[in-house]
């Protein structure tokens, strides 16, 4: 598993919301940054074989997952995203040599930031997905999904501090 | 019709070959028996040693093929005749009748949901079933559906005809019939590659008898993740997941009796690889190796072995004899090893690593191509070409698995090397390839922004209400034109498209459809027709990653759609036009270092360009001069180098002994180098491409190692000497792997059969041999042979383990190991001691790398671009790798490399140009504070300082990943078609609910 942040999923939630607050007809909105080269590819292949995922994950094709400025990050919470997904190729994989190990570095730094602001690091979450791997994108973005649910809506969004 | 090159087999061997030279400028004919190309290849799971995913690598590959302007693509085709000389074929091809009319397939599917025939799919290896019109697989190239006439009940029993009803294309034609082509070919490749060999030679082993026994091609499928099983190793007898898997090695092949006498050479790798891969997706099972001599031969192999030993693989030495039930159920394969020790493994499950031979058909092409056969069956090499790349025939070349088993990088080298030599015939047909004329587009203009809705027959338009995500559209602001298609895609709406584009004055265009992976380049092209500068579109995928992940979430998926619509129209208004860039490349190429590699691939450029060949020592034939006699030609190195020195000089390569490189500097097109000439003095010149090829050298055991220091130990180097007039009536005793195979080491691969050769000629001559080994790795061609016929000339193998590595005693006059048969140690009286040794990086490696920006691999030698796809290319556009300055390997696999560098630099010296990335990084001087981090994080080294202290970003070296401008501390830098505005729009539009 690629997540940082996995000895710290038992943790409750960081940000106050939970799922008891959501409105009955809400649904997890995520974002969901995709290497052009294996991430997308296997996003791609998961349609292509027919694999349901909620469509409430909406794609954001980018060249490299070390190309996913902080910025955006934060500014699809502030947007009003719940989660935010990043997917790159494998350790060792990737097209630019060495973009993922970047993006692994910035996204721990992200969920220091996240904790500090109070947002629960959980809703963002970094998977290696290759180009052929498509049950693992459909099963990455069900679990999130249920992760997320269990963390409510996020509450940046409720108060639109935008 | 020009003059073509006719490549033969669709694999990973043809397509290169087809690749290289169609980017050179030559015509291809590439012809694929099969419905799709992608070959073996394309159905394996995983490759060694990266466990790189297999179609990841190699799909866009097969998409590069099918989309090449100079490669004509004829699938469902064989070569019926090839009448003419080398250099002005005919060639006669029948391509059989797909029953599905190709230009107006869209491959939606809609055909095969309705077809009610099941069959055992091939691509699956019969794992899961496919329909009657099917297409082999979701990344097939061509891809579009074909009907198999063998099945389809309209076609054999005239019922049915659902297909037909069901295609909203008006694809399906049962009445389609075959088509003749004839084609002028001035040379041939052939790269049919293998099949597995019929496992019922051999019934003991149980496959086909008992349920659980499966080949290794079946286990690759097992694995894969789009495979039958979804990438869960489940036994086919119950469908549970096995705890213990038996991996037989060498079943069929090493097996002169009754299956191939020959090493089939991939499969003690993938064998390891599929155990680990098992392993990593059920860590529950227990795999266990039944090997021979396990012949991990190639680069980071051993390494990958050590790691499988570490992850808890078990291994047992001996060859598997039979597999037998064990009445509960499971399975016992029963071994015999070195000792004659039979050994009894209980398994849930065996996987057999099948022998390889030549594909069904080798014969009959053979006749057809006038070639013949080679003992093993595979089709017969020229007897004077070590390589294997020539035929008898002049203009025939073989390149891949056709010459018998290769893994995946020497299958790739071997096809560049093949179109090398084939370009070599095809000066005069070398067509001069422009640059595309990119249309060019004001950017100042108010943008009009275009959508198009496709409905994907029913694909799309089965889920998602696609005339209200059309009405969205068109209310956005700046949309001026919103439409919708059945199949955007398709012949017609292309060329609606492009009218309605003009028409309209639109010069933006979103099209949503499916991914922008495998369509954007289509509609990119549709914006050139209508002159736009192709970079102004966005694709809104609302099928693969829409209605097919949503198909019962009508309204939610409709809901999507329109926000993904949005996001494009809010990218799309804020595209810029990026033009096209070019960077020019004079013809002529710098080989450093003249070897056997640098000296072929001087000799394949020649024809084509100038080419400046440099050398340090004062003679041609570097290390190869030495050998007296090499293998496996068994000719004299001098004589064979002094051969080869004669046709590099009457290919006019301009040769320049005693003369040393100092420096390297610049970029393709563009490199400027110093060298120190034979008088001491320095010259400069420039140059467009730059092949290595400095070679290797050996490993000097330190004083004391292994005897190192007696008077009676020599390396195998020194002994070539003696070799000339060998001598009679004396003793050696050969120790292998000295300096090979340790912590810091792997195999050096040339080793094994060099001292097969040797300890032959020694035991013909008359003299007593031993040879102290850890594995024989006899993987080529005629090296099984070799090592037969060394055993027979009677020369005695004895393995040791590291743990007990012999030792040299009394100046080399004793030897002392421990005989496993027996299990003692024995000392041996001898009159010579030879210590094989490995390679090492030559000196002055270390600095090139720095001068060239080539990192270098785990033991210093030139890393290359793809352990798998790019052997001979670095990730330097502009320097290639030839021989043993990229790995340790045989004189005969460093000539194939050398014509494979030469062929991959023919690409930009044939065009003369090469196109520079448009999507580059820009960096603003004005707010850059020169920190220096994008400098250090650049992968390609292409940002440095300017006289300010300000960051510079060069396009000729940027590749556009962007992780400067995700890094720049002050948001100086952005990615053009990447720009943060572009991206924050998309994200406002699809969080925030609504254009920015």
């Known amino acids: 598993m690629a997540d940082s942040s996995k000895g710290k999923e038992k943790k409750k939630t960081t940000d106050g919301a939970t799922g008891g607050d959501a409105p009955k007809d809400w649904n997890p909105r995520i974002v969901g940054f995709l290497c052009n080269w294996c991430s997308y590819t296997g996003a791609d292949l998961a349609g292509v074989s027919r694999l349901q995922y909620t469509p409430e994950f909406i794609p954001i094709r980018v060249m490299c997952s070390g190309s996913v400025d902080v910025a955006y990050i934060l500014k699809a919470f502030l947007e009003g995203a719940d989660g935010v997904l990043i997917g790159g190729c494998h350790l060792g994989d990737c097209h630019y040599l060495n973009g993922n190990y970047k993006a692994r570095r910035r996204v721990a730094v992200v969920k220091e930031v996240m904790e500090g602001v109070g947002l629960d690091p959980r809703r963002l979450h970094l998977e290696w997905i290759s180009a052929s791997e498509s049950g693992k994108f459909a099963k990455t973005v069900s679990t999130f999904d249920e992760t997320l649910r269990q963390l409510g809506p996020n509450p940046l969004a409720k108060e639109r501090l935008l | ?996």
């Not at chain 2, 009894?344 to 058909?361: F, K, N």
């Not at chain 2, 062929?903 to 090469?914: C, D, I």
């Not at chain 2, 196109?915 to 994008?934: H, W, Y």
């Open chain 2, 1 to 996: 019709m020009t003059s073509g090159v006719l490549v033969l087999g669709g694999g990973v061997a043809g397509i290169q070959a087809a690749l290289d030279l169609a980017d050179a400028g030559i015509q291809v004919y590439l012809v694929e028996r099969s419905p799709s190309i992608g070959g073996n290849m394309i159905r394996l799971d995983k490759t060694f040693p990266t466990n790189d995913c297999s179609s990841c690598i190699l799909s866009p590959r097969l998409v590069e093929a099918g989309r090449h302007p100079r490669i004509k693509l004829l699938t469902n085709s064989d070569l019926v005749s090839l009448e003419g000389d080398p250099g002005a074929f005919t060639a006669l091809v029948r391509e059989r009748p797909r029953y599905i009319d190709m230009n107006a397939c869209v491959a939606c599917g809609d055909c095969t949901i309705k077809c009610p025939v099941k069959v055992p799919s091939e691509f699956d290896e019969g794992l899961s079933k496919r329909k009657a019109v099917y297409i082999p697989f979701p990344q097939a190239v061509p891809l579009k559906y074909v009907i198999d006439p063998t099945v389809c009940l309209k076609i054999t029993k005239d019922k049915c005809g659902l297909c037909e009803k069901a295609c909203q294309a008006n694809a399906v034609n049962y009445d389609l019939q075959p088509v003749d082509h004839k084609l002028d070919v001035g040379a041939v490749v052939v790269a049919t590659g293998y099949k597995q060999i019929d496992t019922s030679l051999r019934p003991e082993y149980g496959h086909g008898r008992f349920k659980n026994v499966i080949t290794g091609m079946e286990m690759e499928r097992l694995l894969n993740a789009s495979g039958p099983t979804g990438g869960k190793v489940h036994r086919p007898s119950d469908g549970t997941v096995p705890k213990r898997v038996a991996f037989i090695h060498c079943a069929l092949s090493r097996d002169e009796r009754r299956g191939a006498a020959h090493c089939s050479r991939v499969c003690c790798m993938y064998l390891v690889k599929e155990a680990m891969v098992a392993k990593e997706h059920h860590n529950e099972i227990e795999a266990t190796m039944i090997h021979m001599d396990l012949r991990a031969y190639g680069k980071n192999y051993d390494s990958y072995l050590d790691r499988a030993k570490d992850g808890g693989i078990a291994f047992i030495r001996g060859r598997a004899a039979e597999v037998l039930e064990d009445g509960e159920g499971g399975l016992v394969v029963i071994s015999e090893d070195e000792d004659g020790v039979p050994h009894r493994t209980p398994a849930d499950m065996v996987v057999l690593g099948v022998a390889l031979e030549a594909p069904d058909g080798a014969a009959e092409l053979s006749e057809i191509l006038g070639l013949g056969l080679d003992e093993r069956g595979f089709i017969a090499t020229a007897p004077e070409d070590p390589s294997g790349l020539r035929t008898v025939n002049p203009g025939v070349f073989l390149a891949g698995c056709i010459q018998g088993p290769k893994d995946v990088p020497d299958s790739v080298t071997m096809g560049s090397a093949a179109a090398a030599a084939a370009a070599t015939m095809m000066v005069a047909s070398r067509v001069v390839i422009e640059p595309d004329e990119v249309p060019v587009t004001d950017p100042n203009e108010e943008p009009k922004v275009g959508v198009f809705v496709c409905h994907c027959g029913s694909n799309i338009a089965g889920v998602v209400d696609c005339p209200s995500v059309a009405e969205t559209a068109r209310n956005l602001p700046g949309v001026t034109h919103a439409e919708e298609n059945i199949y955007t895609c398709s012949q017609d709406s292309q060329v609606a498209i492009a009218e309605t584009i003009k028409r309209e004055g639109i010069n933006r265009v979103v099209i949503a459809a499916c991914s922008p992976s495998t369509h954007e380049p289509l509609f990119q092209e549709t914006l050139r027709d209508a002159g736009l500068d192709p970079a102004l579109i966005d694709m809104a995928n609302i099928r693969n990653q829409c209605s097919w992940a949503h198909a019962e979430e009508h309204e939610a998926a409709t809901e999507k759609s329109k926000d993904l619509v949005r996001a494009s129209v809010a990218r799309a208004l804020l595209l810029e036009p990026l033009g096209g860039g070019t960077e020019e490349v004079p013809a002529k190429a710098l080989v450093v270092g003249g070897g056997i590699a640098g000296m072929v691939a001087a000799m394949n450029l020649a024809p084509h360009v100038d080419v400046v060949l440099i050398e340090r020592a004062e003679q041609l034939g570097g290390t190869v001069r030495k050998l007296s006699t090499t293998f496996p030609s068994g000719m004299n190195g001098a004589t064979q180098m002094d051969m080869i020195a004669g046709m590099v000089e009457k290919a006019g390569v301009k040769v320049l002994l005693g003369t040393e490189i100092l420096n390297i500097d610049g970029y393709v097109g563009n490199f400027k180098y110093t060298l120190r000439l034979p008088d001491g003095s320095e010259t400069e010149d420039t140059t467009g491409i730059i092949i290595l090829a400095i070679g290797s050298q050996p490993y000097e055991p330190v004083e004391g190692e292994f005897g190192r220091g007696g008077a009676n130990v020599v390396t195998n180097l020194e002994l070539e000497e003696d070799l000339v007039d060998p001598p009679k009536g004396r003793s050696y005793a050969f120790i292998q792997c000295v300096g090979s195979r340790n912590e810091e080491r792997g195999c050096s691969r040339y080793c094994c059969q060099a001292t097969l050769q040797q300890a032959r000629e020694l035991a013909e001559a008359g003299n007593e041999v031993t040879v102290l080994y850890r594995d024989i790795r006899a993987y080529s061609a005629l090296g099984e042979a070799a090592y037969r016929a060394a055993r027979q000339a009677g020369v005695v193998y004895v393995k040791y383990e590291p743990e007990h590595e012999p030792e040299v005693l009394e100046d080399g006059k004793k030897v002392r190991f421990r005989e496993t048969i027996v299990g003692k140690t024995i000392e041996k009286s001898v009159d010579q001691v030879v210590l094989v040794v490995g390679l090492r990086p030559p000196e002055g490696l270390q600095e090139l790398r720095g001068q060239v920006r080539v990192p270098g691999d785990q033991e210093g030698f030139f890393l290359e671009r793809h352990p798998k796809l790019g052997p001979v290319e670095t990730n330097t556009e502009g320097i290639y790798l030839a021989g043993t300055c990229q790995a340790p390997m045989a004189a005969s696999e460093a000539s194939l490399g050398a014509a494979a560098a030469a062929m991959k630099a023919l690409g930009p010296l044939g065009r003369g140009w090469v196109a520079t990335e448009t999507k580059v990084s820009e960096i603003n001087p004005d707010t850059c504070i020169g920190c220096n981090l994008c400098v250090t994080l650049c992968p390609y080294h292409a940002i440095d300082k300017d006289a300010n202290n300000k960051a510079q970003s060069n396009p000729a070296l940027c590749e556009g990943c962007g992780l400067c401008a995700a890094s720049c501390p002050t948001q100086s830098i952005s990615v053009r078609h990447f720009r943060d505005g572009q991206l924050r729009a998309q994200l406002h539009a699809l969080v925030g609910g609504g254009s920015e």
